[in-house]
């Protein structure tokens, strides 16, 4: 009897997860694509829907500072949350004030801040910080992703700014007025271009 009804109890449960399984199954990918974006909004504080890029906001992708908005939001390339350009301004700022309290001491390290009106995305930021390390002459550098720009301390007595300028040019990128060389920029990914 105590067999019997185990295995009554049993079907019953395989039945109703059966029926659950199956009524499941029959909602449509835009259900589930709805129900997604309602919970990915409600485990956040971002918006995922209806955000609006700007060109100028308040916020930026640090990976993808070209993904701006005026409200917290996910970046819509890589879905990391946008942070506050001030924050992330603030936090550029006190590494490169480390890095000149580092060498304040040595003469010989000098900073220079290069433009790099290109650069779109942490991946372009990659071929650049590769050719940095083609200049035994370069200590450091700080890549700006949002100000298009990359301070780069170095030794003058190895090096010196022209010499920097065309190593990044030979990366594929424009470094202030010298001009990326056209064969390296055809070999970078298309968001580097």
Do not use: W
Not at 10 to 35: E, P, Q, R, W, Y
Not at 91 to 115: L, P, S
Request: glycine share 4%; net charge positive.
């Amino acid at each position: 009897m105590k067999k019997n009804k185990f295995l009554f109890v049993l079907l019953t449960m395989l039945s109703l997860s059966g029926f659950i399984m199956l009524s499941s199954c029959g909602k449509s990918d835009k259900d589930a694509v709805k129900n997604d974006k309602q919970t990915e909004t409600k485990a956040g504080d971002n918006k995922t829907t209806d955000t609006k890029i700007v060109t100028d906001g308040k916020y930026a992708c640090p990976m993808h500072p070209t993904q701006q908005a005026d409200e917290k939001a996910k970046c819509p390339i890589c879905k990391m949350n946008l942070v506050s350009k001030e924050d992330y301004n603030n936090q550029i700022t006190k590494n490169r004030d480390g890095i000149i309290k580092k060498y304040e001491n040595n003469k010989d390290i000098v900073n220079e801040v290069i433009m790099l009106p290109v650069i779109k995305s942490d991946e372009c930021e990659e071929y650049i910080t590769q050719s940095m390390k083609n200049d035994a002459g370069v200590v450091e550098y700080n890549v700006d992703l949002m100000k298009h720009n990359i301070a780069v301390y170095f030794d003058k007595t190895k090096t010196n700014k022209a010499n920097i300028e065309k190593q990044i040019s030979s990366a594929g990128f424009d470094a202030n007025d010298v001009k990326a060389n056209p064969e390296a920029v055809n070999k970078l990914p298309n968001d580097c271009k």
